[in-house]
Structures are given as structure tokens and as C-alpha cells.
């Protein structure tokens, strides 16, 4: 299997700051990596697919970079309802494997 | 609009099938263009991928739940539905049905996930 590791495990942020968090594969996934936001009690919601494509609907605010084995989302100016948690998903093989999670936090 | 939406008990005693149905309405379980996926949520934990299911029956299984993981898809009632059998404690999780693209890489539509307890 191939396992996703995301850092950091939490980030505490304000309103209007840059945030940025990675996604390390540990083999090659070329570009198949996806990126959702969770709320709590909520289902995730699927934001960037294919790397750094961003979905119907989602706020340009988000971006994804990278490819092979390091990834990147950032929000470039982080907005109250940000606040959640961030998890990075590949899709290069079966089966397909999350990371971690990353906690948004308000500072 | 695409709407899913589990269905089933929300307590299953140990060693029992854990039985849950995805009803899709908004659109058809049967286009050509879609994979259909479980996924589940320890309380407090990550995402673990279950299984996913073309309309045609075409199954992928997550190996490490492979031996007791059913998935199947009834298109006359546009619903798909997973069962886990030989359930523990570690089963208990939300559990979320969500439609995936042709590849089954992403998922971009998700229900809003139910609860099952495992538990005597």
C-alpha cells in the first residue's frame, strides 16, 4: 500500500493568513493525488483532484502543487470558514490511501 | 442535484454483518461515467478507503477488509449497498457512500455518513 503522510498534524492560523500543507506519498503517484476539507460532523468535500485542479465551486483561494511524491495545498488568505480539518488522498494505485489529516485551528 | 444518502442499523452486535445501502437519486447509478464508493471514520480517526463498484458489478475491495467485505449494486432501485461481516469494535466508524469519477480516483459527492456502532 501506499502510504500518505501529511505535515503538520495541526496549524494554527488568523484570518487572512497564508497556510500551507504537505503531502508526501511514499512512491511515486505522478499526479494522482486528491485534497478535501472536513467540518466537523460533516462529510469531506473534495476540493482539488489531479493535483492542482480545483474543483466546481471551490474557492480560488485554494491551490495544489507538486507531483511524484511531494504535494503541497495552500490557502492564500485563510477565511473564518476554513477552519476544519484537510486531508490528502492518492489515487495512482489500489488501494487507495488517505493521509492523516491535518487540523486547521484558529489562532 | 446529486444526493446520497446511507441507510441501515446503527448498532451491530460482534461477530454480526454490518448491512448498509446507498440510495443515489439526482441522477442514474447506471452511467458509464461513474464508480460508487464506501469509505469509513473511526470517532476521532482518518479516512479509510472500503471498496468501490461500477454499475456493470466490477468490484475493488481495500485488502485489509477484502475477506469479509461484500460490495453490490442494484440498479433497478438506483442503490448500492456494502456488507461487512465478522464485525469487532474496530468497526465501528461512520461510514460514508460517495461517487467516484470513471477511474475511481476521486470522490466528489458524498452522503452525509452514518454511524455504526459495534457492540454487545
Known amino acids: 500500500d501506499i502510504q500518505m503522510t501529511q505535515s503538520p498534524s495541526s496549524v494554527s492560523a488568523s484570518v487572512g493568513d497564508r497556510v500551507t500543507i504537505t503531502c508526501r506519498a511514499s512512491q511515486g503517484i505522478s499526479s494522482w493525488l486528491a485534497w478535501y476539507q472536513q467540518k466537523p460532523g460533516k462529510a469531506p468535500k473534495l476540493l482539488i483532484y489531479?493535483?492542482?485542479s480545483l474543483q466546481s465551486g471551490v474557492p480560488s483561494r485554494f491551490s495544489g502543487s507538486g507531483s511524484g511524491t511531494d504535494f503541497t495545498l495552500t490557502i492564500s488568505s485563510l477565511q473564518p470558514e476554513d477552519f476544519a480539518t484537510y486531508y490528502c488522498q492518492q489515487a495512482n494505485s489500489f488501494p487507495r490511501t488517505f493521509g492523516g489529516g491535518t487540523k486547521v485551528e484558529i489562532k | 442535484q446529486l444526493q446520497l444518502q446511507e441507510s441501515g442499523p446503527g448498532l451491530v452486535k460482534p461477530s454480526e454483518t454490518l448491512s448498509l445501502t446507498c440510495t443515489v437519486s439526482?441522477?442514474?447509478?447506471?452511467?458509464?461515467?461513474?464508480?460508487w464508493g464506501w469509505i469509513r471514520q473511526p470517532p476521532g480517526k482518518g479516512l479509510e478507503w472500503i471498496g468501490s463498484i461500477y454499475y456493470s458489478g466490477s468490484t475493488y475491495y481495500n485488502p485489509s477488509l477484502k475477506s469479509r467485505v461484500t460490495i453490490s449494486v442494484d440498479t433497478s432501485k438506483n442503490q448500492f449497498s456494502l456488507k461487512l461481516s465478522s464485525v469487532t469494535a474496530a468497526d465501528t466508524a461512520v461510514y460514508y457512500c460517495?461517487?467516484?469519477?470513471?477511474?475511481?480516483?476521486?470522490?466528489?459527492?458524498w452522503g452525509q455518513g452514518t454511524l455504526v456502532t459495534v457492540s454487545s
Open positions: 489531479a493535483a492542482s
Open positions: 460517495a461517487r467516484q469519477d470513471d477511474m475511481a480516483t476521486t470522490y466528489d459527492y
Open positions: 439526482g441522477g442514474s447509478i447506471s452511467s458509464s461515467s461513474y464508480y
